[in-house]
Structures are given as C-alpha cells and as structure tokens.
C-alpha cells in the first residue's frame, strides 16, 4: 500500500479500499480496488500490467518470479482434475488467446497482450503431475513486473474500466468472511432432533486469530465515507431497550442532520456551508 499511495507507481491514487482474507488453510491474502486520479488510457496499460512472460535473458529475476508464481495450472486437458475445472472447463476462462495489442475487453476488463512465441513472446517448460509441459503467454496471470519483481509473489493486477468489473471487485471486497457449516449430532450419530441441527457461523483459522488479537489491519478505506442522515422533525430511528425506552423518547438521540442544525444556530461560517461540506470543513480545520 505504501508504493500504491506513497511511491505512486501508478500514479496519483485519489482513493483506495482493500481487505485482507484467509484461504481454508490458514493463508492470508489482500483484495486492493485503487482509483487513480488521471485516468489510464488503454495505451498505457502496457506500461504498468503485462501478461507475458519475460525475457529470461534481459531479466532472469522476474522470469524465475512469474514462471513459479503468474502461471494458472496449466488446466484443461493437460491436467482435468485441477481446482479451477467445473464441467470439463476452466471457471478461469484459461488458457487465453494469442493478442498482438493490448485491446479493451467487453466484461469492464481489458485483452491484455499475449504474443506467440514467433511474434516474439516466450514460453518455458514447467513440470506438472510428473511431466513436462510447455507453457506460453495464453497461461500468464496479469501482473504489474515492479511489484513482482520486489515481493517475488503471487501479485494479480487487473486494470478495471467499467462500472461493471468495479462494482465485482467492491462486492467482492465487502462480502466478508468464509461461513462453515456444521451439523450437530449426538455420541451414538443420531441427530438431536428430527432435522439435523445445521450451524452456520464465520470460519477463523488460527492464523486470523492471531491477526485480530494483535490487532493487524483488517481493512481500509480512503477517504473516509461519511453517513449523513436525512429525515423529518422527529423522523429519526431511535434505538431504545425496555429499560431507556421513557427516556428516549424525551430525549431522543441527535443525528448529523439535527447536529448540522445546530451548528448552523451557534456558528456563524456554518451558515455558509451546504450540509455535505460540513464534514470536509470540520477535518481541514
């Protein structure tokens, strides 16, 4: 996040959001979504994302990097019982086709450039299931070669543009921790009741608990999204227990919309701010 916000390797980043999740197996990853503050033309992702394999000779580090960690499966007939098979095909849409230029793609995400190996792309040979296989650019997972070359892992950089492929990546940023499920059974394997007893509830590996013990990040966004309440006089939800509910109802609590009105009352430069720019105001003071 330092080089994407700090170093600005992709330039100005006018906001970011990212969450960090673990696999079944106790492996944390991290989901990043970064707007920039100029727009990337197409005819610059090249600079930044490449999806090709390099040149072994020019930059040996970054071909070792990305022939062990940017390559999907290989899947498909070369190997069927890979993860990524559903019905006899690759849920990953592999192995790609050969594209000379990098073009915009019709699902918000672009055809990056993959060149045949006579048009100047490369191939190498890697071994799976006890043989060998030669692989090309239509198997290279999209990548950004500096953070590859830095960290050497497993570093999937898409280039979004449309509303579309955005909306994904968010819902798939917000959606929240793995569910288990799990059913309840008696010592002899009867259920305890007629319909077996299914719990559902957030998977914590071992690892995250460690994590959110010492209080790592979890997730971050930038700017701050502040919820402003619009209601009625009196219109507000109230939130009340049997014991408080007399009081609230006397007394109830204040909400932006109501403390916006009396900032307005006691403060004279308030007056002059529409309610939107009162937060915005309030943090560059």
């Not at 098979?85 to 073009?103: A, I, V």
């Not at 999937?156 to 909306?167: A, Q």
């Not at 995250?208 to 006089?233: D, G, K, M, Q």
């Not at 932006?256 to 430069?269: G, I, K, S, Y």
């Amino acid at each position: 996040m330092n080089l994407i916000t700090k170093a600005k390797i992709f330039g100005v980043a006018q906001c970011y959001m990212y969450t960090i999740e673990w696999q079944k197996r106790g492996l944390p990853h991290a989901h990043i979504l970064v707007w920039l503050q100029e727009a990337l033309h197409v005819h610059k992702v090249d600079d930044f994302i490449s999806a090709e394999i390099p040149n072994p000779e020019e930059d040996p580090e970054l071909f070792n990097c990305i022939t062990t960690q940017m390559v999907h499966g290989p899947c498909g007939v070369i190997n069927p019982f890979s993860p990524c098979m559903k019905n006899g095909r690759c849920t990953k849409r592999y192995l790609r086709d050969f594209l000379k230029e990098t073009q915009t793609g019709r699902d918000g995400y672009p055809l990056y450039r993959r060149r045949r190996p006579e048009d100047g792309g490369f191939s190498t040979v890697i071994s799976i299931r006890h043989s060998e296989v030669v692989v090309d650019n239509r198997w290279t997972v999209p990548y950004c070669p500096l953070l590859s070359r830095m960290f050497c892992a497993h570093i999937n950089v898409e280039y979004c543009n449309s509303i579309k492929s955005i909306k994904y990546v968010c819902k798939y940023i917000n959606k929240g921790s793995d569910m288990a499920v799990f059913d309840v059974t008696s010592s002899d394997g009867i259920a305890r009741n007629e319909v077996n007893q299914y719990e559902m509830g957030r998977y914590i590996s071992s690892n995250e608990a460690v994590w959110r013990i010492l209080n790592f990040p979890i997730h971050e966004r930038h700017p701050t999204v502040i919820h402003l309440s619009v209601h009625l006089e009196n219109g507000q939800r109230v939130y009340f227990t049997e014991g408080n509910a007399a009081e609230r109802a006397l007394f109830a609590p204040e909400t932006t919309l109501t403390a916006f009105f009396r900032l307005c009352n006691e403060d004279e430069f308030a007056r002059t701010l529409f309610y939107h720019q009162v937060p915005s105001s309030i943090h560059l003071g």
